[in-house]
Structure formats: C-alpha cells, structure tokens
C-alpha cells in the first residue's frame, strides 16, 4: 500500500510532462542530429536552388555594411560609437538566417557532419558540390550589392563614404591577421549554428550577439568583408588579384579551419561514441 501511494505520488499530470519536456534542454547528441540532418538535407538540394539562394545570400549580407555605416554616419564621434556602430553588422545576417538563405559559412559545419557521419567518396563529392555553388553564388550577390552601391544614387554620398571607411579599415589587415581572424569568425558562425536547435524563439537575439562579436571584435567573414572588398574594387582602390590574393584566400581558409577543422570536429568528437 505504501508503495502503491509513493507511486501515485510521484505521478505527473500530463501538462506537468509537457513542462518537463520543454524545460529539459536538449543534449549534444540531439543537437548534433539535428544540424545533421539539416545539412543532408541541404546537400540533397537541386544546383539551381543552391545556385539563387546563394545569390539571395551574397546580396542580403551586404546589408550588414549599409547598417554599420547609416550608424557610424549619423551616430556622434564619441569613444563608445564603435560598439553601438557595430550593431549593424548583425543585420544582413539576420536577414539571411532567418530567411534561410545559402551562406557559406553556416555550412562549414551542416555540411560536414553527414561527411563526418558516413566518410564516402559520394558524400565528399557532394560537400564540395555544395560548396562551390554557394561560396561562388556568395561572392555573385555581394559584387552585385557592391556594384549596385557604386554606380547608383541609392545610397546617400555621406553613408557611401563611411562605408569605404569600413572597408578600408577591413584590409589594412596583413594576409595573416585576416587567416587568424578567419578562424575566429568561422569558429563563432558554426557555434550560432550548434545553438540555434536550442535558441527556442530567441533566433533574434542570438544571431545578433554571435554576428556582433565578430564586428567588435574585427573577425573577418568571408562573404560579408567581399562586399567591402568588391566596393573597393570598383572605386580602383583595390586590385581583383590583390582582393584576392590579400583578403579571399586567407578569410576562406581561415572561416573553413575555424568552422570545420576545429568546431565541426569538436562537435562530433563529443558525440562519437553516443551515436554509435
């Protein structure tokens, strides 16, 4: 009898399980599963759509350069304007990701955990697949965003000057300081990525402070620091053989160690043995 009544106890009425339920936070693995997933999904994808949504991507980001210049532009000269200036790179990234877009970056690790999972020849083929169609469809979008700022009067001559301010302070980075931030910035996108499954209606706030720290900080993204590339290109300030040479190569190498060699292989390091 005592039994039975420690047992009726201890009972939960089903809406108290379903606090339960939304409580408990989900474990690695889950997590894990899920940006799995998602990145199968991703790779099964037609070229085609890889292909606009991408260009959606490439175009969309460079909002993020517009933002941090209407701020810089009509925010006072005062010591603290770089941190609130620096809010405005959040928002072509918030645009893109809740959108849905392709960017590159958040597949260096959606990608790469099927490969992680099943260590193919098909899948490899398919990661690199899905690779080139979005960073080339990136870097497509962003020169038309850059292009299209240059050689119309959309945007005020005063933002446009602050903008190539922003620019210019992105490359007076050496090759190696922009690999090293790279890696920073891969690191941090890929990280946005494992939290999203557990932002639970908090995506806003989320992708807003990742994205602001690598402003802040001065990371460099591959697709967002294009837009500020290729504007300086079409001013002749910037060389394309130097753009890339200087800035495209090590940003890519560095957001790919930071986002795939190091996260996306910490994350499935710590579920290896849970998945089997």
Not at 32 to 41: A, F, L, M
Not at 93 to 115: S, Y
Not at 117 to 132: C, F, H, I, M, Y
Not at 217 to 239: K, M, P, Q, R
Request: charged letters at 20%.
């Amino acid at each position: 009898m005592a039994a039975a009544a420690k047992t009726n106890g201890n009972k939960l009425k089903k809406a108290e399980k379903e606090d339960v339920k939304e409580h408990v936070r989900l474990r690695a693995p889950v997590v894990y599963e899920i940006v799995r997933k998602e990145g199968d999904t991703e790779l099964a994808r037609p070229a085609s759509s890889l292909w606009w949504s991408g260009i959606a991507a490439g175009l969309c980001i460079g909002f993020s350069v517009v933002a941090e210049a209407l701020l810089r532009t009509y925010l006072p000269d005062a010591s603290w304007r770089p941190l609130v200036e620096n809010l405005g790179y959040s928002v072509g990234f918030l645009i893109v990701i809740l959108a849905r877009e392709q960017l590159f970056t958040e597949n260096t690790i959606t990608a790469i955990l099927p490969l992680m999972a099943e260590r193919t020849s098909a899948n490899l083929a398919r990661v690199g697949r899905l690779w080139g169609i979005v960073f080339a469809a990136n870097l497509a979008g962003a020169l038309i965003f850059a292009l299209f700022c240059t050689y119309t009067s959309a945007i005020s001559e005063e933002v446009y000057g602050a903008m190539l301010d922003i620019c210019r302070h992105m490359m007076e980075n050496g090759r190696g300081e922009m690999f090293t931030r790279g890696i920073v910035a891969g690191w941090l996108i890929a990280a946005l990525v494992w939290l999203m499954p557990s932002a639970e209606g908090a995506e806003f706030p989320m992708i807003t402070l990742m994205t602001y720290l690598i402003a802040a900080g001065d990371f460099t993204h591959v697709i967002a620091g294009s837009v500020e590339a290729f504007l300086l290109v079409a001013e002749s300030e910037l060389g394309a053989a130097r753009m890339f040479l200087d800035f495209t190569l090590p940003v890519l190498a560095g957001n790919v160690v930071g986002g795939t060699v190091l996260f996306a292989l910490i994350a499935y390091a710590q579920v290896r043995e849970e998945m089997a």
